[in-house]
Nanobody, 115 residues
Framework: QVQLVESGGGLVQAGGSLRLSCAAS????????MGWYRQAPGKQRELVAA???????NYAESVKGRFTISRDNAKLTVYLQMNSLKPEDTAVYYC?????????WGQGTQVTVSS
């Protein structure tokens, strides 16, 4: 089994910054992709950013240049540094781990950006 524990959400004013963390534990394989998704009220869950164990990254167009994803393989932790936050970034952010064609999800952390 895999467990993902997120932290770092909260309330911030537009233009501010937040850093999300997600620690993975359990049966983690060396080859995997960790990422962040978000879901706003009334909208579908969408990919925000992802990073492979080798360091390859992928970002949604809406966050490029503002968000940075990184990971510490030794700590099995992925981070999302969010800068220049906008009200439209408000959502529940979910940590995701994908390995051997299976996906695992964290419980979600709320990010609210006030205008």
């Amino acid at each position: 089994q895999v467990q993902l524990v997120e932290s770092g959400g909260g309330l911030v004013q537009a233009g501010g910054s937040l850093r999300l963390s997600c620690a993975a534990s359990g049966s983690i394989f060396r080859v995997n992709v960790m990422g962040w998704y978000r879901q706003a009220p009334g909208k579908q869950r969408e990919l925000v950013a992802a990073v492979s164990n080798g360091g390859s990254t992928n970002y949604a167009e809406s966050v490029k240049g503002r968000f940075t994803i990184s990971r510490d393989n030794a700590k099995l932790t992925v981070y999302l540094q969010m800068n220049s936050l906008k009200p439209e970034d408000t959502a529940v952010y979910y940590c995701n781990l994908e390995q051997i064609r299976r996906q695992y999800w964290g419980q979600g952390t709320q990010v609210t950006v006030s205008s």
